[in-house]
């Protein structure tokens, strides 16, 4: 039988013959696996590396090193502003600066004065008192520049005769102004809104303003359900309204006696006591509309001081609020009883025995689209003047109801620019005060007339005194 071995491979030598014994692998590494970590692995491979190593010469660089990505920050070390600061510091009223000039030989104004003719195109200082009542109020606003000057000054306009006679002349007949102001933008809404403020002041009326409306119908402030009602009270800004009709109002509410009887409040208040008492009559925001529903009744009592209900930012007041109902329903701003009762005076609801100015001031800078109060302020215009009332789009389905209600019969008092005459008195007042560096002649005024799109107020600022602001 043939072999089945190679005769010429048993011829050959052998390879473990050939090979030196350095290289050639033990048995028993060959039949473990390489991935093991016993002991006899261990002990084999640290010396060859180490021999390895050591006829080796590693190089280590020393130095920085690039890092890619993001770097730590740093932490902040300064302490964060308290709850409030913020808000606080951006809505500062500065009202003096002592490094602006004294304008001598101004008149101040007064309750005569205001509805004179004679004062139109002249600059009137504000009196002290006055100007802590209107501080109190919160009708100055921070997008003014009253921190320019020494004092604050204001332009008396034919608008501003205008509507202080219409104040005087609705007061005097015990009549109720119901009267809506628009314009342009910074046209000078809020400023004559001040004025009427002043001339309320000056007069000894009870005057009771609301800055901002969009803070009521934004859900910026905590609200509650009333008992056995479907209305919505704000007690924190109730509280707030308070504290303002109690400083800007003092002198009036401390000579008014309280005359009805009110054993359903929660705070003790007796017959006697004075309105300022009752003005200042609770903290607890839960008490707060019931309190301010007693003071409303005392105020239309016959024989009390007449009122001037001021809202600045009526349009936010004219939509569905932002706020929710238990049924998680937004909730319609007249619905909410602050708003409700300013809005049922506006509408013509209420009634003074006494006299009273409503007053609502639209804005343009930050204010909705609003078309039932663009076409309910369209048809007052329209009627005011005699023409034809104009008709409702039939394709329109949107409107508001409660809109038209409450601006039907309002008076609208419309804002425009200042006339050149005006405009001169006002350059010639800044530059009095050392704020306009430039002469006031009629080629100036006529061109900083112009480029303020015929005479708007917050327009010849902005040409007049910003770029002064820059240069300086």
């Not at 033990?26 to 006829?55: M, R």
């Not at 003719?117 to 200082?125: A, P, V, W």
């Not at 608008?159 to 202080?164: K, R, S, W």
Request: hydrophobic share 40%; net charge positive; glycine share 6%.
């Amino acid at each position: 039988m043939a072999s089945a071995n190679c005769w010429r491979c048993l011829a050959r030598p052998s390879q473990r013959l050939i090979l030196p014994a350095s290289l050639l692998t033990p048995a028993s590494a060959t039949a473990s696996a390489p991935f093991t970590t016993s002991a006899a692995q261990l002990a084999t491979a640290k010396p060859a590396q180490k021999s390895q190593e050591a006829g080796l010469s590693r190089h280590v660089r020393t130095g920085k090193r690039l890092v890619l990505g993001k770097k730590k920050r740093q932490p902040d070390k300064t302490k964060p502003p308290a709850s409030g600061e913020r808000k606080a510091f951006r809505k500062r009223i500065q009202l003096s600066n002592d490094n602006a000039l004294e304008v001598p030989g101004l008149d101040k104004l007064t309750a005569e004065n205001v509805v004179d003719s004679s004062s139109i195109g002249q600059i009137l200082g504000l009196p002290p008192t006055l100007v802590d009542q209107l501080r109190a109020s919160e009708a100055f606003k921070p997008t003014q520049n009253w921190g320019l000057f020494r004092s604050p000054h204001t332009l008396i306009r034919p608008e501003t005769v205008d509507l202080a006679k219409q104040l005087a002349d609705a007061i005097g007949k015990k009549e109720t102004l119901r009267l809506v102001i628009t314009g342009d933008r910074t046209s000078g809404k809020s400023i004559l809104d001040l004025q009427a403020l002043a001339t309320g002041f000056l007069n000894n009326w009870v005057v009771i303003h609301i800055p901002e409306a969009q803070e009521l119908t934004t859900a910026a402030t905590e609200y509650s359900t009333i008992p056995n009602s479907e209305q919505f009270s704000q007690p924190v800004y109730t509280i707030k309204l308070f504290q303002a009709i109690y400083k800007a109002n003092y002198d009036v509410l401390s000579q008014q006696r309280v005359e009805l009887d009110h054993m359903h409040l929660p705070v003790s208040v007796n017959r006697g006591t004075t309105l300022a008492s009752l003005a200042n009559a609770t903290k607890e925001p839960e008490f707060a509309w019931p309190v301010f529903q007693a003071f409303w009744k005392e105020l239309l009592l016959p024989g009390r001081p007449p009122i001037l209900f001021s809202l600045d930012g009526l349009s936010h007041i004219m939509r569905i609020s932002d706020y929710r109902s238990p049924a998680f329903e937004l909730i319609h701003s007249h619905d909410l009883a602050l708003i409700r009762l300013f809005a049922d005076a506006l509408g013509g609801k209420s009634r003074f025995p006494n006299g009273a100015a409503i007053l609502g001031v639209c804005t343009k800078g930050n204010s909705p689209a609003i078309p039932s109060m663009e076409k309910a302020l369209e048809q007052a215009k329209a009627a005011q003047e005699g023409r034809p009332i104009p008709e409702r789009d039939p394709f329109f389905a949107k409107y508001d109801e409660r809109v038209f209600d409450a601006l039907k019969g309002v008076k609208v008092l419309n804002v425009s620019g200042v006339s050149k005459p005006e405009a001169r008195s006002l350059m010639e007042y800044w530059a009095a005060s050392g704020i306009l560096r430039m002469r006031v002649d009629e080629k100036n005024v006529s061109e900083k007339w112009t480029l303020a799109g015929s005479g708007i107020l917050g327009e010849m600022e902005r040409v007049a005194l910003y770029d002064v602001r820059t240069t300086a």
